[in-house]
């Protein structure tokens, strides 16, 4: 079956080290997405691609980068890990639905990702 | 600016017993109103889309209806198994916005046997 995965499923690490969180998706969606969860504050969006060597910031993209190479994968890396930046972090990928309507984002399982 | 906003917070509710949620919204050009579950530890799982006013849409227990204003799911004969946090999301169209959703903070449904 048609999946989206996320590795690792958590992390810790330190303040001011470089952390990749991996997004792969085998659904062939042209749509990927990361959001980060924090209570108070529901799901953000923190980067979006509609293609591959296109990416776009969302509105919690400071301090954060991706990169699409290719349409399976959006990694997401924390240029330098800060504590404000220990959350959880979601991938969704989605396809434009036929006829104009609006598609649908899937997410992945999440990686909790804390930084001391 | 966009917004979507859920209430109650949290709702706690006997086995049997139905209630709604709500979900209201602020935007522009609506593209659709889209209804998550997500239990504890996992990502949101997609229940329903509705992209037009008076449109509803039913699974199992649960249905959503949309107004031009705010957006319903509606619990009937709840189970503990529903216990879950319910998350709402707005889509617009158009512009540098297209594509994105604007997610409200969620309704913690609790469901005692």
């Known amino acids: 079956d048609a999946e989206i995965t996320q590795s690792p499923r958590h992390k810790i690490t330190e303040t001011g080290r470089q952390v990749t969180l991996a997004c792969h998706q085998t659904?062939?969606?042209?749509?990927m997405f990361w959001y980060r969860q924090d209570l108070g504050h529901g799901l953000r969006l923190i980067h979006y691609s509609y293609g591959v060597q296109d990416t776009n910031k969302g509105e919690v993209s400071d301090g954060y980068s991706v990169s699409r190479s290719n349409t399976e994968d959006l990694p997401l890396t924390l240029e330098s890990a800060a504590s404000s930046q220990t959350s959880v972090y979601f991938c969704?990928?989605?396809?434009?639905?036929?006829?104009?309507?609006?598609?649908?984002?899937?997410f992945g399982p999440g990686t909790r990702l804390t930084v001391l | 600016e966009d917004q979507v906003t859920q209430s109650p917070e949290a709702l706690r509710l006997q086995e049997g017993e139905s209630s709604s949620l709500n979900c209201s919204y602020t935007?522009?050009?609506?593209?659709?109103l889209f209804w998550y579950r997500q239990d504890p530890g996992k990502g949101p799982e997609f229940l329903f889309t509705l992209y037009s006013a008076g449109e509803e849409k039913e699974k199992e227990r649960l249905k959503a209806t949309l107004t031009k204003k705010e957006s319903f799911l509606h619990i009937t004969a709840p189970k503990p198994e529903d216990s879950a946090t319910y998350l709402c999301?707005?889509?617009?169209?158009?512009?540098?916005?297209?594509?994105?959703?604007?997610f409200g903070q969620g309704t913690i449904l609790t469901v005692h046997p």
């Open positions: 999301a707005s889509r617009v169209y158009g512009g540098t916005s297209y594509g994105k959703l604007t």
């Open positions: 969704a990928s989605s396809e434009l639905a036929s006829g104009g309507n609006t598609d649908t984002q899937y």
């Open positions: 935007v522009s050009g609506l593209r659709g």
């Open positions: 659904w062939n969606h042209n749509n």
